[in-house]
């Protein structure tokens, strides 16, 4: 029973990370290729001269798209989150003129899509608030349903407290002024946490190619120096060795510079 329930709950994660990646653009996709075909490429013949390492292309794939879904997804939650602070600074602009709620949020559509484009998420998702709107459904559960979708805290944050607050007829205006100060404070962090790290991530990049730009000044200035190295189960071991320590170093530092607000 225990071993079905976990054979269940890898298959939904797997499931729900291919989902995601089917989200994906299709030069994130093949720039993630791209990167595990030059990773492989490097490794197969620096620590083992053999191209049977291409074997793990898939595996190595795998692992470029994990990444690149994640670093995708968190672009795409900065993108919404500039576009969600547009958003409520224009419906608080809205409600401090005399507007419905209602009415400063089907103002907004027009605010966002002047400064973002009629295409981007956050007048998408407007326009679909504007429909359910003429349709009968209340602002605060089309609030709610974008809420659930949305993968950014700020958002969610919002739309449950806006919707209790409707319900139970608080001042909107506070709640929302509130917001902004909240949301524009992250926002502020973020920025000084990301240029801070900004250095450091050029730096671990650079640090991450040295290994193989040393290697490949001797072997271009020593010919025959590492083939001691090669094709004997000695140099097999000791370049396994070295190849778990690099790449356990490079999996520690990217998870330290991994910092979340």
């Not at 074997?55 to 993108?79: H, I």
């Not at 003429?134 to 349903?145: D, F, H, K, M, P």
């Not at 958002?155 to 209790?164: K, M, N, P, R």
């Amino acid at each position: 029973m225990k071993k079905n329930l976990q054979q269940r709950v890898w298959y939904e994660s797997v499931s729900a990370l291919w989902r995601e990646m089917r989200a994906m653009p299709w030069h994130v996709w093949m720039k993630c290729l791209v990167k595990a075909g030059i990773i492989l490429a490097a490794v197969s013949y620096v620590f083992y001269r053999s191209w049977l390492v291409m074997a793990a292309f898939p595996l190595t794939a795998l692992w470029c798209l994990k990444q690149g879904n994640r670093d995708y997804k968190d672009s795409c939650a900065r993108l919404l989150t500039g576009q969600f602070m547009d958003m409520i600074l224009s419906v608080s602009a809205g409600l401090q003129t005399g507007y419905s709620v209602e009415n400063a949020f089907l103002e907004a559509e027009k605010e966002v899509s002047l400064l973002h484009g009629s295409d981007c998420t956050m007048a998408e998702e407007l326009k679909k608030i504007r429909l359910g709107i003429q349709n009968g459904i209340s602002l605060e559960q089309q609030l709610l349903r974008f809420g659930n979708h949305c993968s950014v805290e700020e958002i969610q944050d919002f739309t449950e407290v806006f919707a209790v607050i409707k319900r139970s007829g608080g001042n909107l205006r506070e709640m929302i002024r509130r917001t902004i100060d909240l949301t524009a404070q992250r926002l502020e962090v973020e920025q000084e946490i990301e240029q801070l790290l900004l250095s450091r991530r050029f730096e671990l990049k650079i640090m991450n190619v040295i290994p193989f730009a040393m290697y490949g000044y001797v072997d271009l200035t020593s010919p025959g120096f590492f083939d001691a190295l090669y094709h004997n189960p000695a140099g097999l071991c000791v370049m396994t060795i070295c190849l778990g320590i690099y790449l356990t170093a490079v999996i520690c530092a990217d998870r330290l510079l991994q910092i979340r607000v």
